[in-house]
């Protein structure tokens, strides 16, 4: 298992890294479009249509490390109050849920993916295709869903969480 638990921190890691490169690209694409524009008074197309995409990569990708480290939103009124074998319960409750969900938005998303694919949707200025960053996205909600499991495998063999994290 403990291979595993490797494998899975290499996994996040490298998505981490994705996300973070990916929000960098938008940054970068937005300045140069706003020095391009006031600036230089040139346009710069398609920067807008990248980045939106882009952005909505980097939110999937971002969502699979936030359930790994449980960084997501989360009220903490009653939990902190319960008692360990409580907020593990609690902990593996929740982490089924949120794989539910994320197992059912893949799905659906792998849909979305396939339906822009056989549309031919491009973007309006440059006329790139859209379905890659659907499909990019489809991948980080996928990571996501496999870090839940992981997770939830992990509290079922009573395998210490050395994440860090509640």
Do not use: K
Not at 123 to 143: D, K, M, N, R
């Amino acid at each position: 298992m403990r291979n595993l638990d490797a494998v899975i921190r290499r996994v996040v890691a490298f998505t981490d890294a994705a996300a973070a490169i990916f929000l960098i690209i938008i940054t970068a694409l937005t300045f140069t479009a706003v020095v391009m524009r006031y600036v230089l008074s040139m346009p710069f197309p398609g920067s807008f249509d990248v980045s939106r995409l882009l952005l909505g990569v980097a939110i999937f990708w971002g969502i699979a490390v936030g359930a790994y480290r449980r960084e997501h939103i989360s009220v903490d009124l009653l939990y902190s109050v319960m008692p360990a074998r409580a907020q593990r319960i609690m902990n593996l409750f929740g982490d089924i849920l949120f794989a539910a969900f994320m197992g059912l938005f893949s799905w659906m998303l792998l849909r979305q993916v396939m339906s822009v694919q056989a549309s031919g949707q491009t973007t309006f200025e440059l006329g790139i295709p859209v379905w890659p960053f659907h499909a990019v996205a489809w991948l980080g909600v996928v990571l996501c869903f496999l870090v839940l499991i992981a997770r939830i495998l992990r509290a079922v063999l009573l395998i210490p969480d050395n994440t860090g994290e509640r």
